[in-house]
């Protein structure tokens, strides 16, 4: 079956990075895009990044842009989120998702979920 499990989040200060990893299996990675999403209690999950099929396409919220990075490895079946310079409004359960075809930055058009990983930034 299609499982996505993140993994690299954890307390960090302000300023500090991360780096998220999202390894997949159960689907042909490679036609699908992927994307990150935020979510804290009470509020709806939230775009933070999406990359094409083979890389190429880059897009990033405006509040993560210049700060984080996200990549892919169709190799590995993986998918990557560097965050640098991190803030405590980057606190939030961290999600990697999947959709077949082009990126988007709506939840709501993505098929797969991995379970989240917890971020936390210290001020």
């Known amino acids: 079956q299609v499982q996505l499990v993140e993994s690299g989040g954890g307390l960090v200060q302000a300023g500090g990075s991360l780096r998220l990893s999202c390894a997949t299996s159960?689907?042909?990675?490679?036609?699908?895009?992927m994307g990150w999403f935020r979510q804290t209690p009470g509020k709806e999950r939230e775009f933070v990044a999406t990359?094409?099929?083979?890389?190429?396409?880059?897009t990033y919220a405006d509040s993560v842009q210049g700060r984080f990075i996200i990549s892919r490895d169709n190799n590995k079946s993986s998918v990557y989120l560097q965050m640098n310079s991190l803030k405590p409004e980057d606190t939030a359960v961290y999600y990697c998702?999947?959709?077949?075809?082009?990126?988007?930055?709506?939840?709501?058009?993505?098929?797969?979920w991995g379970q989240g990983t917890q971020v936390t930034v210290s001020s």
């Open positions: 159960g689907y042909t990675f490679s036609t699908h895009a």
């Open positions: 990359i094409s099929r083979i890389g190429r396409d880059t």
């Open positions: 998702a999947a959709r077949p075809g082009l990126t988007r930055v709506s939840a709501n058009e993505y098929a797969y």
